[in-house]
């Protein structure tokens, strides 16, 4: 297998603030990684294909002003939500997706985010 | 657009073999994957399954894969507590590398 991580595991912020979620592949480099929400008993839905060294393609009805994404090595990618709002609130979840093989997306733990 | 198929919710007495099930409708899908989510934690992959292929099997897990009806299945042998939880079924869509998540499968596995 292969070892993502994300950081923070949880993070409580304030209405209006801005928040940076870390996602890092461990023991690989992924030129692609992906960034997710899930809403409670529901199934993933894509919010942007993050590139690195280049601008990230989000999914339409993503406001990409609002969730900027920076991929500045191959195993870094983060997600800042700006301005949050509590609508915001949700669990996001960070995939990288392995070069070789069956370009399997091997994902992180999740963040949930509360915005108060 | 392309869309990804499953059963909300299966019952199972420990020891059983379960079955889940799920549908898609890319007909140009290269790739198959079964992940699985416990609460509160992200997706662990279990495995995944070339569109070339009908069936693979990984220890307890067998995946069938019936191209001409796009019906992808994933058993679970002797089936455990510890296997609670969601099951994702997911085609990757064309070559941008995205996937397609069906709204997967709760898995309850009863002593």
């Known amino acids: 297998g292969a070892v993502v991580s994300q950081h923070p595991s949880r993070v409580i912020c304030k209405s209006g603030t801005s928040v940076k979620i870390e996602c890092r592949s461990l023991d690989f480099q992924a030129t692609t990684m992906f960034w997710y929400r899930q809403f409670p008993k529901q199934s993933l839905m894509l919010m942007a294909t993050s590139n690195e060294g280049s601008k990230a393609t989000y999914e339409q009805g993503v406001e990409k002003d609002k969730f900027l994404i920076n991929h500045a090595s191959l195993t870094l990618s983060t997600l800042t939500v700006t301005s949050a709002h509590p609508e915001d609130s949700s669990f996001y979840i960070c995939?990288?997706?392995?070069?070789?093989?069956?370009?399997?997306?091997?994902f992180g733990p999740g963040t949930r985010l509360t915005v108060t | 657009g392309e869309d990804v198929e499953q059963s909300l919710f299966l019952s199972v007495r420990e020891g059983d073999s379960s079955v889940i099930n799920c549908t898609y409708t890319?007909?140009?899908?290269?790739?198959l994957y079964w992940y699985k989510q416990e609460p509160g934690a992200g997706l662990q992959l279990l495995t995944y399954i070339f569109s070339n292929m009908d069936m693979k099997q990984d220890q307890r897990l067998t995946v069938l894969l019936n191209k001409k009806d796009k019906h992808l299945s994933l058993r679970i042998a002797d089936t455990q507590t510890g296997d609670s939880a969601i099951y994702f079924c997911?085609?990757?869509?064309?070559?941008?590398?995205?996937?397609?998540f069906g709204q997967g499968t709760t898995l309850q596995v009863k002593p």
């Open positions: 995939s990288a997706q392995k070069p070789t093989g069956g370009g399997e997306q091997y």
């Open positions: 997911a085609d990757s869509s064309g070559n941008t590398g995205k996937l397609i």
């Open positions: 890319d007909s140009s899908s290269t790739y």
